[in-house]
């Protein structure tokens, strides 16, 4: 056999090897003491010297390469000679990343009020006290604080202002009103914030998406039609029912809540109302020319009834095998 059958069968026998033991044989075979391989390298010095040098390093490349090959092959079995690896497997797929499933949610929304001309703004998540509450007409010691369990921030030198980590994006209701002309529709999505104990529907830390719609005749039917547009579009090919119930807050006059039934329960999942006189005057509006709603919808609430997840303290938990199911 010259070099180069050499090559080829050795090669071929190398991949069809399915043990220790062949692959040792193989091994004995080429490169052993009275191997073929090595039969060649000790005639080399019987050679004239030009051809000694062209074929002696073929044959040593030859060699590394079938000592390589026999190497790597051998390592796919175990001490036992049980298959360890499969260097003949299919390569592993690469997996994408995808958003997670509270920013699918909160980008979705935000591009569904977006498609009905709402434009999406948003706002600091370090607040004053000013916007998160005073001026929701929210007085200091007006018990409706109590509403929102208040992580408050240390004061720095220099603030003016008792600052806190927003417990609602309502902030924004101001902060956009303070800079704007009516008439405007605008939605914030955001993080929020509570210091308060965590349940299956309880996180210190959550989303919420705030909307304002200011005009002079905006009424509570338009509220209702926008809202029911969006559970529409958002839980699309899902059957959902929700109802409107009337309640409190300090910045809307009347106020409602939005919930959706789920598994026989009715799920609260957003505030809202008419925006409240007073807020209008702390914006500088004309309480008598302007009207409006505004509503706030928790996002991670929208998420567990969409995906079905029945506890909120997952979105957090940075668990992959909950994470990859989205
Ligand atoms: N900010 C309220 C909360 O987090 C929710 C809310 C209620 C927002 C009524 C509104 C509203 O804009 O009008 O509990």
């Known amino acids: 056999m010259n070099l180069g ?7 071929e026998a190398i991949n069809s090897a399915t043990t220790r033991e062949a692959l040792e044989q193989i091994r004995l075979n080429y490169l052993g003491r009275k191997g073929e391989l090595t039969e060649i390298l000790r005639s080399l010095k019987e050679l004239p010297v030009e051809e000694r040098r062209v074929l002696g ?5 030859l ?5 390589n090959m026999l190497a790597d092959k051998t390592a796919n079995f175990g001490e036992a000679g049980e298959m360890v690896a499969d260097i003949t497997a299919p390569g592993k797929k690469v997996s994408r990343g995808h958003l ?16 009905m001309n709402f434009s999406v703004v948003t706002g600091p998540e370090a607040e004053t006290e000013y916007y998160n509450f005073d ?7 007006h018990p409706a604080r109590e509403m929102w369990d208040t992580f408050w921030l240390k004061s720095g030198k ?3 202002q008792k600052m806190l980590l927003r417990t609602h994006t309502s902030p924004m209701q101001m902060r956009f009103m303070e800079k704007s002309t009516p008439p405007f529709q605008i939605v914030v999505p955001g993080r929020c914030f509570r210091y308060e104990a965590t349940d299956m529907s309880h996180e210190v830390n959550f989303y919420q998406l705030e ?8 009424n509570l039917g338009n509220f209702k039609f926008i809202i029911e547009e969006f559970l529409k579009k958002f839980f699309v090919g899902q ?11 300090p910045f809307v006059e009347p106020g409602v809540e939005v919930d959706i039934k789920l598994k026989g329960k009715w799920l609260e999942i957003m505030g809202a109302g008419m925006v409240h006189p007073r807020v209008f005057e702390y914006a500088h509006y004309n309480p008598k020319d302007w009207q409006g709603f505004a509503f706030g919808v928790g996002i991670d609430r929208l998420a567990m009834i969409k995906y079905g997840v029945p506890d909120i303290r997952l979105f957090y938990s940075g668990d992959l095998r909950f994470l990859k199911q989205f």
Do not use: W
Request: glycine share 8%; proline share 5%; hydrophobic share 40%.
């Open 135 to 141: 001026a929701l007409n929210i007085p200091a010691n």
């Open 211 to 218: 909307g304002l719609m200011v005009g002079k005749d905006v």
């Open 63 to 67: 060699r590394v390469e079938l000592e």
């Open 57 to 61: 390093s073929e044959a040593n490349v």
């Open 100 to 115: 997670h499933p509270l920013s699918r949610v909160m980008a979705d929304a935000s591009k569904i009020f977006a498609g």
């Open 239 to 249: 059957k959902i029912e929700f109802r409107f119930r009337p309640s409190y807050f």
């Open 5 to 11: 059958e050499i090559g080829s069968s050795a090669r």
């Open 158 to 160: 220099g603030d003016k």
